[in-house]
């Protein structure tokens, strides 16, 4: 159980364009889902916390208006970056737990290669 | 704000041999602690968890951590390493309350099995 699942798992656009990526919870739902970014050889950093029905938590230093977060339904949330340039290039990867208690572990996505060119 | 550290980046066993992964924390109240395992183009694989009950736990794959208070240390020991271990390796600590609660990882070991 606990399976969250990431499409596209790979994605290569032109600078300039947008691109959606989708993470769904399927045999949960998740009130709250968790987007990552990952460097090469870096660790994960939190973007940001998406919040069914609300409006996306963002940390520091993430531009809100270039990573658009919607999260629509308990079993999905989205990552749009928009505008896209080669420093957005990178790994990412959604997360959500089951349930609400801060000790239950974070399910992820397989993540999603982007390439900029 | 809690925190991890995992000291080293990269950790070079044999097949056979001990495997032995540090993580120690920092946290101003009960951590809920983590590690995961991420294998080369893929998400995380949750490998164990401690949530204040046992101070020494089980995880999948033969891995275990123990809590240490006193040394506010949650390290990864696994008796016998495989080839198929080689991975990389992340320390995390639950922060926050509730549903929003996050958790904030370390910066990953590199685990490499010699055969």
């Known amino acids: 159980g606990a399976v969250v699942s990431q499409h596209p798992s790979r994605v290569i656009c032109k600078s300039g364009t947008s691109v959606k990526i989708e993470c769904r919870s399927l045999d949960f739902q998740a009130t709250t889902m968790f987007w990552y970014r990952q460097f090469p050889k870096k660790s994960l950093m939190l973007m940001a916390t998406?919040?069914?029905?609300?409006?996306?938590?963002?940390e520091q230093g993430v531009e809100k208006d270039k990573f658009l977060i919607n999260h629509a339904s308990l079993t999905l949330s989205t990552l749009t970056v928009t505008s896209a340039h080669p420093e957005d290039s990178s790994f990412y990867i959604c997360s959500a737990r089951v349930g609400s208690f801060r000790g239950s572990p974070l399910h992820f996505g397989n993540g999603t290669r982007l390439t900029v060119t | 704000a809690q925190s991890v550290t995992q000291l080293g980046s990269h950790v070079s066993v044999s097949e056979g041999a001990l495997v032995l992964l540090r993580c120690n924390y920092s946290s101003s109240v009960p951590p809920y602690l983590f590690w995961y395992v991420q294998y080369p183009n893929q998400g995380l694989q949750l490998l164990l968890k401690?949530?204040?009950?046992?101070?020494l736990v089980k995880g999948i794959n033969g891995f275990e951590a123990e809590f240490k208070k006193s040394e506010t240390s949650f390290h990864l020991t696994k008796p016998s390493a495989h080839m198929s271990d080689a991975a990389e390796y992340f320390c995390?600590?639950?922060?926050?309350?509730?549903?929003?609660?996050?958790?904030?990882f370390g910066k990953g070991i590199t685990l490499s099995v010699r055969p």
């Open positions: 998406s919040n069914e029905g609300s409006k996306a938590t963002y």
């Open positions: 401690y949530t204040s009950a046992a101070t």
């Open positions: 995390a600590v639950s922060e926050g309350t509730g549903a929003n609660s996050k958790l904030t």
